[in-house]
């Protein structure tokens, strides 16, 4: 996902809209319709110290036209307008204590519009709401049943 893309634009996992995709090109998350059109790109506004680590996005189950971007490097997650772009509501910060995120990585959301995330280095999933509300944490560090070992992943049915 982090590769500069010349020319051509990456199949795209994690979206459900019929009419829009959404990708990342380099350090900027990007629209797309369906015919591969680029409509815009966003992301600058999210480089908080200078560099952006994008590494999931998705759409939200309840509103289609808003997505949430994780960004590993700033340890936050943006919930952003699809169709300009805005940032509706950034929220997360680093630490460990519940609610806070350490290499986020994966993301994606319910049919309630709850966003989940891979907390990565504190080996665990978190859910919050769409108005970032830390909702409850799920697994801890370990090989057994319940345990984690860093995922960078996360997928609800």
Avoid at 55 to 70: R, S
Wanted: aromatic share 6%.
């Amino acid at each position: 996902y982090q590769r500069r893309v010349h020319g051509k634009i990456p199949a795209v996992e994690g979206t459900h809209s019929q009419m829009w995709r959404s990708l990342f090109v380099a350090q900027l998350c990007g629209v797309v319709r369906d015919d591969a059109q680029l409509v815009r790109t966003f992301g600058s506004e999210m480089l908080r110290f200078g560099q952006a680590d994008m590494l999931g996005v998705c759409v939200l189950g309840n509103n289609d036209n808003h997505i949430a971007v994780v960004e590993r490097r700033n340890r936050c997650v943006y919930v952003l307008k699809r169709d300009d772009g805005t940032i509706l509501c950034p929220f997360g910060d680093g630490g460990t204590a519940l609610g806070l995120l350490n290499g986020p990585s994966g993301i994606c959301s319910n049919s309630l519009g709850h966003i989940v995330v891979a907390d990565t280095f504190n080996n665990r999933i978190q859910v919050f709401t769409s108005e970032g509300k830390f909702l409850r944490a799920l697994g801890s560090e370990g090989d057994t049943d319940g345990q984690l070992h860093h995922p960078e992943r996360v997928c609800v049915d």
